[in-house]
């Protein structure tokens, strides 16, 4: 599985973005897909999570209610629609697939199979 994140930028707090992923190279019906985050100077953190088949999504408490992940079959795209974005949320952003089903528990990044290169986010003040 291919994965290349576009979409970062500049913005203000307040402000929107929408991420992109472009995802290619195997059949993703099995496949969860899903959005992490490096703030600078610390570790990667899990945002949210969508699986292929269903469309059932699942985020972490700090975007809760202010992103949205979505796919789209046709396509072979995963968005991360960011609205109401504050400073904090300033990160590397990565795409990310994995087989394993970690519902329930934390997505953890050890647990993902295929990474993209990262987008970068930055929110001002």
């Known amino acids: 599985v291919q994965l290349q994140a576009s979409g970062g930028g500049l913005v203000q707090a307040g402000g929107s973005l929408r991420l992109s992923c472009a995802v290619s190279g195997r059949t993703l019906s099995s496949y969860y897909m899903a959005w992490y985050r490096q703030p600078p100077g610390e570790e990667r953190e899990f945002v949210a999570v969508?699986?292929?088949?269903?469309?059932?999504?699942h985020y972490s408490d700090s975007v809760k209610g202010r992103f949205t992940i979505s796919r789209d079959n046709a396509k072979n795209m995963v968005y991360l629609q960011m609205d109401s974005l504050k400073p904090e949320d300033t990160a590397h952003y990565y795409c990310a697939a994995t087989i394993a089903d970690y519902s329930g528990r934390y997505w953890e990044a050890d647990g993902m199979d295929y990474w993209g290169k990262g987008t970068l986010v930055t929110v001002s003040s």
């Open positions: 969508i699986k292929w088949s269903s469309g059932v999504p």
